[in-house]
C-alpha cells in the first residue's frame, strides 16, 4: 500500500473512532512520525494531508530542513531533547512535544528568550512510570506546573505520552484514561501558562483506543510508512 492510501485508510479509522466516542473528527489531528524516512517519504506524507510531522532525532530534523523536506506542514519535535543541543531544535519546530525535565524547560526558554520568540511546547508525561522511559512522573507535576509561570518564552500547550509496550491490543487504554485524568486536574487547577488544549497520545497500534480517551493528536509512523529497517 502506498503511502497516500495508508493515511487515506488511517483518517478513516480515526473518525470511526472518533464519532464512536461522540466526539468531532476534527478535533483530532494526525502527526506523520517521519523518524528513519526519507524526505520524499515525508513529502508524500505531507501531499496525503497529514496536518503535521514529527522528528526524533535533532541530526535527522537538521538534514531534513536542510532538503526542504516538511514544505507545507508544520514540524514537530517528538524525540528526547538533550539540552545543549535546544539551539538546534528553539524556534525550528512549531512544537516541541517531548519536554521532560525542569533542566529542559529552562534551557528551551533561555534560548526561546535570546530568539526573541516564545515556543510551544508539550510536557511528556511518563505515564507507565518506566525507567526506559523520559518524562515527568505523574506526581511530579504538582511541584512542576506552579514554576512554569516563570518562563515567560515558552508557552505550554497540553501533554504527550507514550505508554508502556502492550502485550494486547487494549492494553494502553488504562494508561490514556490516567492522562485524561492528569488533564482534567490541570484544567481544575488553572495554572498560569499552562494550557491543554493539546494532548498527543495513540500511536499506530493503540490510536483508536487514544482517540477514545480524549487525546487531539495522534502521532503515526509505521502504520503510515511501514516498518522502519534499523540496519539502516
Ligand atoms: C516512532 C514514534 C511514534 C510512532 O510510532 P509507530 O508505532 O511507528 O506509529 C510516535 N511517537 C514517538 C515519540 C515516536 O518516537
Known sequence: MSIAENVARIRREMELAALAAGRDP????????????????VREAIRAGVDCCGENRVQELTQKLAENAYEGAPVHFIGHLQTNKVRQ??????????????????AIDAEARRQGIVQDILLEINIGIEESKSGFAPEELEDILPK??????????????????????????????????????????????????????????????????????????????????YRK
Do not use: H, W
Request: proline share 3%; with cysteine.
Open 89 to 106: 531544535v528553539v524556534g525550528k519546530v512549531s512544537l516541541i512535544q517531548s519536554v521532560d525535565s525542569l533542566r529542559l524547560l529552562a
Open 26 to 41: 476534527c478535533s483530532i489531528q494526525l502527526c506523520a512520525a517521519t523518524k528513519m524516512n526519507s524526505a520524499d517519504a
Open 148 to 229: 512554569i509561570r516563570d518562563f515567560s518564552n515558552i508557552c505550554v500547550k497540553g501533554l504527550m505520552c507514550i505508554p508502556p509496550i502492550g502485550e494486547k491490543n487494549g492494553d494502553s487504554a488504562i494508561f490514556f484514561k490516567k492522562m485524561c485524568k492528569i488533564s482534567v486536574d490541570i484544567i481544575r487547577k488553572k495554572y498560569d501558562n499552562v494550557k491543554v488544549d493539546c494532548m498527543s497520545m495513540g500511536m499506530s497500534q493503540d490510536f483508536p483506543d487514544a482517540i477514545a480517551n480524549g487525546s487531539t493528536m495522534i502521532r503515526v509512523g509505521t502504520a503510515i510508512f511501514g516498518a522502519r529497517d
